[in-house]
């Protein structure tokens, strides 16, 4: 972990929420998601000041909206299934526009889209804040299993490492007059998955070998020793417990 690494989610910046330490970041985010899924469906308005809560984020992080929006369609598979609830659902019907939904159905989309976008968004303005790095370091210094932050970072690298061994593979195949286009050349295809599969084993043995060679025992040297002053920590709470009162008053008026 201790070489940068950067992804299409992250937007580099100097803002108060980019400089927070990633442990303080990660720990509100997912504060922020257990207090909104606890939240009763029926508190409309709290979903609302949840969301205006996540826009004065992302206005301090200077995320633009588009970027955030855009982003957000990564959802869309829950959106298309939160849909389909009114008209599958049993229970009670209601007519909306001339169509017969089920009661309890509405009820569950409206639950699956509020708290699913909520979370969605939390979760984008935290990689649009944070280095691939970085979350990493935050998560052992969260103490997560140290096998998981390493099956995480090998993840992460080795899907570049893939991404842009297919990219060469397809510019070779273009180079030499191949176009997939129908049924005869998904053998080709098939061949070309093969050879990906067994180059990127090869490229991991090596790998290993080299890191066995430099005294790697199993566990990975934590080089950057992130740390959080009771100030940072007070400012990374301030959204979780903010909309733990928004949870606990929607308790109390339904």
């Given at each position: 972990m201790g070489a940068g690494h950067a992804h299409t989610l992250y937007r580099a910046g100097s803002s108060p929420v980019h400089t927070l330490p990633p442990h303080c970041k990660i720990a509100a985010v997912f504060c922020f998601v257990l207090v909104v899924v606890a939240t009763p469906r029926e508190a409309l308005w709290a979903f609302g000041l949840y969301a205006v809560l996540l826009a004065v984020v992302a206005a301090t992080a200077r995320i633009p909206a588009g970027f955030l929006l855009k982003r957000l369609l990564i959802e869309i598979p829950f959106v298309a299934f939160a849909v389909l609830m009114p008209f599958v659902a049993e229970g009670a019907r209601v007519e909306v526009l001339g169509l017969s939904l089920s009661q309890s159905g509405l009820w569950g989309a409206w639950n699956i889209l509020a708290k699913g976008t909520l979370g969605v968004a939390a979760s984008v303005i935290l990689a649009s804040t944070t280095e691939l790095r970085a979350l990493l370091l935050g998560l052992q210094r969260?103490?997560?299993?140290?096998?998981?932050?390493?099956?995480?970072?090998?993840?992460?690298r080795y899907g570049d490492v893939i991404t842009d061994e297919m990219r060469r593979m397809r510019i070779a195949r273009r180079s030499r007059g191949f176009e997939a286009r129908g049924v005869r050349q998904w053998g080709v295809l098939a061949k070309s998955a093969g050879a990906l599969f067994i180059r990127s084993y090869e490229r991991g043995e090596r790998v290993h070998l080299a890191m066995l060679s430099r005294g790697y025992t199993g566990t990975m040297p934590v080089i950057d020793e992130a740390t959080a002053s009771r100030a940072q920590w007070t400012y990374a709470a301030a959204l979780p417990l903010t909309a733990l009162a928004v949870c606990l008053t929607g308790w109390m008026l339904t």
């Open positions: 969260l103490r997560m299993p140290p096998l998981l932050v390493q099956i995480a970072s090998f993840m992460i």
